[in-house]
């Protein structure tokens, strides 16, 4: 069984060693290092640690948020190894799936990560339902428009009498000029 090691900063201004000298004390062979967001998709040193990780290898990580972007990227990546008899460890939070209670820590952590992600559907699903009732009411959402009727229909009015300049029609309503313009006709804004 050997143990390889994967690391991640953010930024380079910060310094893997912690982690580095984490996972040599935990006696990984090799150690893998990104510097990269954990949001980004594209590691290229996990994919290089994912594709160099052989069966009976266990990839151990400084913490969880090392490896995964999110909760559920973690566990599919987790089980993708599993699926290539690949065990996992995280050192800060003590989870190890070589041992029963490792294991049973991860799948706990599957099933929290499961449970947030059909809460997260069921509030996406009710206000979608609430968007919907609304706007069956006759009530839109979203920020008031800047020029009402009644605006768009004074500012044609100024701009058609050749007297006032865009800017000054636009001062007058309290609006930019690039409002004015999208809301004149198209052939009087030429």
Excluded at 38 to 55: F, M, S, V
Excluded at 120 to 144: K, S, V, Y
Excluded at 147 to 159: G, H, L, N
Aim: contains cysteine; proline residues 3%.
């Amino acid at each position: 069984m050997t143990a390889i090691g994967y690391a991640r900063v953010s930024t380079r201004e910060q310094n893997p060693a912690l982690q580095h000298d984490a996972l040599t004390k935990a006696g990984c062979a090799r150690v893998f290092t990104d510097t990269a967001s954990g949001a980004r998709a594209d590691r290229p040193q996990l994919a290089a640690t994912l594709d160099y990780l052989r069966p009976g290898d266990v990839l151990v990580v400084w913490q969880l948020d090392r490896l995964g972007r999110n909760m559920r990227h973690l566990i599919d990546t987790v089980n993708a190894l599993h699926e290539r008899g690949v065990q996992f460890r995280s050192l800060r939070e003590n989870v190890d799936t070589t041992t029963a209670s490792g294991k049973l820590t991860f799948h706990l952590f599957a099933a929290l990560a499961e449970f947030e992600r059909d809460l997260l559907r069921e509030r996406t699903t009710a206000g979608l339902q609430a968007i919907a009732t609304r706007r069956a009411r006759g009530r839109r959402g979203g920020r008031p428009r800047k020029m009402t009727p009644e605006k768009i229909a004074v500012a044609r009015q100024m701009y058609a009498s050749q007297t006032f300049t865009v800017d000054q029609i636009a001062a007058t309503l309290g609006v930019t000029r690039g409002t004015v313009y999208a809301h004149l006709n198209p052939t009087a804004a030429r």
